[in-house]
């Protein structure tokens, strides 16, 4: 008897089962009523915590829509996100990779092109921030919406022992390494392990001052200026200096171990980026952080900054909310928003000229006032931009030519001349 | 019945087939189609019939860089035989004598198996660095300083490093496959061998070695399909731009720079990946099936 009731039972549950989910699902559309969910990916879980509470004050003011952020592993993000694009299964936001590989994401139509139209805080970014997520043609295909910065962080407790201050110039900066030296300092934590330090930390920023920062950059993406003139060649003379600053056995010393010398106080200055201003801190909280960046040939003149896009927010063609994507999308370029990034990601900078004092983190806020009050100091580093698009490319040959001149292995000229030889196998205006 | 019989078999090894096919033979076969298409991971993918394997075999900087890669991995595996399975045949003869505590050698021996790449290249990184690195001080204090080194920045040193230390992680496996073969040697052989007075380098030389061989092919195999593929071990001491200067860079490395993440800006490329594996795989399939033949011969003859 009870055998056979069982098919009935089950298809009883089933049945009930199935109303309820069916019935759940219209109760559920019917409360909730005009509230948009935007799903927005990123390869940040890092910083799900500092979108936490971004998107709480986001959400207090436009209470109809609803962010939920949904960070991948950054190793994976770029798969991913291809698949998702692919099955039309992709986020509505999603963050945009700097230059070149973000710009294949609009080249393939997958993103909504920006205008001060569909976005007025677009008016907030500087220009030259503007041109990390810029089309060939002009065209802005993701909010710039933060950027990391390089310089130099110094242990202040060793300056003052020596009685030295942060210097201005590359004379005093090189001044100030013999003072070093000469009393058993290592003074750089560097070395050439690691070949993307030397690419990104070393000799992609520090052209700025040297050359003439965006207007030079702008001129040789043009070809008009060489890599094998006077003025490159000089500046990689000076970069070849650094190795008489280097610690023993540099060649096999990376960047945790570079890392670890200046935390460990053994060596005095450590050439990085902004985004380590968090781990440095939280490695070694005894430590009297300081920051220099890029220093000038001459004082009196402008200081450049050199930087690198570090995430720009773009929106999918085929998201069903463009509308509220825009909505957020502006408010994540308003002053509030980005004041907010500023001291909720220290070390990744909001994008919009902002008033500095609103920031807490002294490290954070030397860089900030470094760009200018309209960022106008701002230089991308030179290998990033249209010359990295191919192999070989810019980022490789300067990794490859710059660590074998620090290694000892090629002269500055032969580094210089790699790059323009290397580059004209395939870059238009240099092939001339 | 008859038929049913000779169903019972397969259907046995159905699941595995299955398994096989959907995630193993479907994408081998699926990455050597992907090596005919340019794609870099988000746009349309264009078909190219064999420009990538032209680009791999003959344009600079591509060629460079493979040929490189290569001869990388050929020195790696040639390394790898003289200071791991070398080293492990000697071992496996000691170990195989009568003498006391074999057995707490043969765990100790096997510990650094269980391990991970990524822990083993970290422990490593340490004892190689040049500033607080055990080694160099330690070669200061025999006063031998003058042979430290920047080990893992050195090109001529980096590569050999690398395969000491792979030898090191790894050099249980073939010890546990050299005792095993030996024991399997029959007593008699050795007892004919000391009654016609052989002395023990002319016994291992006639009655160990000979009767190894088969042991001896497989291990080789084995060590050639994993130095092939291996990339975690040069990953985890040098990372993914395999410096310095390239010279530990192998085809795994290659590969995962070219197909996946590139430090270097520009966009992947996934068919020049599948092409570099495709070789991979070519390499792996013409040497094991070199061994077949050789081993069948040797049996017949």
Redesign the interface.
Known sequence: MKAKKQPMLLAAVVLVLTLSVILAGCGTQAATGKTVVLRFTTWRPTDAAAFAKLNAAFEKTHPNIQIKYQPVQPTEYDSQLSTALDTNTAADLMYVRPFDRGYILYQSGHLLQLTDKNVPNLKNIPASQMQVYQSPHGKIYALPYIYISYGFFYNQSIFAKYSLTPPQTWHEFFHVMDVLKKNGVTPLALGTKAGWVIDEIVSGPNYVNFLGGEKWRLAMLQGKKKFTGAGFTHYLQEIDRFRNYMPQGYQGIGYTAAQKLFLAGKAAILPGGSWEIKSLEAQNPNLKLGLFTSPVVKTGGKRWLPFNGGAGVGINTKSAHIKQDLVYVNWLASHQAQVMTGNYMPGLFPSASINPDQLTNPLVKQFITAAGPKGENFAISWPLQYISRKEPSANTLDTDNVSRMLNGQISPGKAAANIQNGLATWYAPFKK | MYGKKHLTPWLYLLPALVFYTVFLAYPVFGSMGMSLQKW?????MTFVGLANFRRLFFQ???DQRFYNALRNNVEFFFLTMLLQNGAALFLAVLLSQKIRFSGVFRTVFFAPFIISVLMVGYIW?LI????WGVL?RFLGIIHLSFM???????PAWALPVIAFVNAWQFIGMPIIMFLAGIEAIPEELYEAARIDGCNEWSMFQRVTLPLLVPVIGVVSILTLAGNFTSFSIIYAM??T?A????STDVLGTLFYRTA?????????EMGLGAAIATVMFVIIALSTLGWFWVDMRRRSA
């Open positions: 870099n991971g988000l746009g349309p600079t900087p591509f990184r190689l660095n040049p500033v160099n430290a080194r920047p080990w893992l920045g050195d040098e990372g731009q410096g310095p200067y390239y996946f993440s590139s430090l270097s800006g520009a966009p992947p």
